[in-house]
């Protein structure tokens, strides 16, 4: 009799410790997913893990650096070691700061592509293998709105988020017959901590810029981190097995396509 491992599969997702990916965390276990929690806030990693299991789910935390190869095949050995093969990978590390292109340097062009960019390449790199050998995998990046129509004070983060979704694309096409789907998941303005770490360091009025951005929505506020998580979970679910090299706004209509 064949394993039923239809609610019980490896996910890992990265940057899982607050926000959006801890609120993909939650909703993950939720489904019966064991879950690695990745996060360099090891602290709020762990809170995030004893939420899951306080819920009575299953997941670890791990540090892990997405910029730092050697770190993420650490990591992964120690998810497989812990709770087998990655199964489900959720991209989700990131971070932006808000400069017109002209006040930026390589320095700060490095730090926004190693982190947003590579650090997807480097995991997906690192998960698909046995993926392949297992005959079923999902892969769900989070992009960016940004990286769709661009943002203004964001170039190298559009970019770096652009580049994100058309790997996913290419990665959908060159898996699709090893039951691998990978999809893009597009946050617009969210109430994260990220964001308010952004415009705080900004200047000008945080609760202003907040509120402009609020009004560019279409329903007229800021998304919850539990919203976008809806849609990642879907993505990882086997009822998505059909749907692969999606990009997926979650932005209250400020993206349509």
């Known amino acids: 009799m064949t394993e039923d491992r239809s609610t019980d599969r490896v996910a890992l997702v990265t940057g899982g ?11 993950l276990a939720a489904e019966g997913r064991r879950v690695a929690v990745a996060d360099l806030r090891t602290d709020l990693a762990a809170e995030t893990v004893a939420a899951i299991e306080a819920g009575g789910g299953t997941a670890i935390s791990l540090t892990m650096d997405v910029t730092d190869s050697d770190a993420v095949v650490q990591g992964l050995h120690q998810v497989v070691d812990e709770l087998g093969p990655v199964e489900i990978l959720v ?3 990131g971070w932006d700061e808000f400069k017109p292109f002209v006040e930026t340097d390589e320095e700060f062009w490095d730090r926004i592509i190693e982190l947003n960019y590579k650090g997807t390449l480097r995991t997906v790199h690192g998960c698909l293998p046995s993926m392949i050998d297992n005959g079923w995998g999902r892969i769900v990046n989070i992009g960016s709105d940004a990286g769709r129509v661009g943002s203004s004070l964001e170039a190298v983060y559009s970019g770096a988020k652009g580049a994100v979704i058309a790997f996913t694309k290419t990665i959908a096409r060159e898996v699709a017959r090893n039951g691998i789907t990978a999809n893009t998941v597009c ?3 969210t109430a994260t901590p990220l964001i308010e770490e952004i415009v705080s360091q900004g200047e000008g009025d945080g609760d202003k810029i907040i509120g402009a951005m609020a009004r560019a929505v279409p329903m007229k506020r800021l998304g919850q981190p539990d919203e976008v998580a809806s849609a990642v979970v879907y993505f990882a679910s086997e009822a998505a097995g059909f749907v692969s090299g999606q990009t997926l706004s979650v932005s209250g209509g400020l993206t349509m396509s």
């Open 91 to 93: 991209n989700c590390a």
């Open 187 to 189: 946050p617009g303005p």
């Open 17 to 27: 410790a607050r926000g959006i990916g801890r609120e993909i965390c939650l909703g």
